[in-house]
Nanobody, 120 residues
Framework: QVQLVESGGGLVQAGGSLRLSCAAS????????MAWFRQAPGKEREFVAA?????????NYADSVKGRFTISRDNAKNTVYLQMNSLKPEDTAVYYC????????????WGQGTQVTVSS
């Protein structure tokens, strides 16, 4: 059974930093896409960042977080991270880790989410 477990959320002041972790078990995601999404109260879930290995390491980001967030992964630990710097109140949301297999368009695996709250 595949599980994704997020950790690292919390309360931080604007301008601060947090590092989220997502540990996967039940399957190795070394060549698959692993990503972060978030959902703020009253809003739809939105894409934050994704990474994959395909002859090299690739990462892409939502425009709203470019230059502030960095996605990284440790394949030996089957873990993906999201380093969040210069946090803003509008970054407040539940952050979800997700994974999809190579060649599959949708994310089949999701974590339970971790709350990030940025105070002004």
């Amino acid at each position: 059974q595949v599980q994704l477990v997020e950790s690292g959320g919390g309360l931080v002041q604007a301008g601060g930093s947090l590092r989220l972790s997502c540990a996967a078990s039940g399957r190795t995601f070394s060549t698959d896409t692993m990503a972060w999404f978030r959902q703020a109260p009253g809003k739809e879930r939105e894409f934050v960042a994704a990474s994959r290995w395909s002859g090299g390491y690739y990462a892409n980001y939502a425009d709203s977080v470019k230059g502030r967030f960095t996605i990284s992964r440790d394949n030996a630990k089957n873990t993906v991270y999201l380093q969040m710097n210069s946090l803003k109140p509008e970054d407040t949301a539940v952050y979800y880790c997700a994974a999809k297999e190579v060649g599959i368009s949708s994310y089949a695996y999701w974590g339970q989410g971790t709350q990030v709250t940025v105070s002004s």
